[in-house]
């Protein structure tokens, strides 16, 4: 199956923590955690478009139904709580029950 063909919501909680040098961002790698990251807003909100056209279904994990795609160029980057940088060129919109969205950069699809 190709794109998602019904009406999903944007989840704007999970923003935050995907835009560089956001206080959420922040947060996630004084934890200790890596934090994926889009290269700005106009970035993330552009992919979550093309995912919502044309990505491809990935299957459910972790209560989630998954989207996704590789694109040809880095969309963003995983930065580790060291401060190294990875580039992603994978992106996953993921849609809850309720089907609110949020999407994420990563370096490949989801897996259980």
């Known amino acids: 199956m190709s794109g998602i063909e019904r009406e999903i919501i944007l989840d704007s909680r999970h923003i935050s923590k995907h835009l560089p040098d956001t206080p959420q961002m922040q947060r996630l790698l004084s934890r200790g955690r890596a ?7 106009a970035t993330m909100n552009r992919v979550a478009q093309i995912v919502i ?3 491809e279904y990935t299957g459910t994990v972790r209560g989630y139904e998954r989207y996704g795609l590789f694109f040809a160029e ?3 980057y995983r930065i580790s709580p060291d401060g190294s940088t ?3 060129f994978y992106v996953e919109v993921k849609i809850d029950a309720e089907n609110r969205y949020h999407v994420t950069p990563r370096t490949r699809p ?3």
């Open 35 to 41: 934090a994926h990251v889009f290269n700005d807003e």
């Open 53 to 55: 056209e044309i990505g």
């Open 74 to 76: 880095a969309v963003g």
């Open 86 to 88: 990875i580039p992603l």
């Open 110 to 112: 989801s897996e259980e």
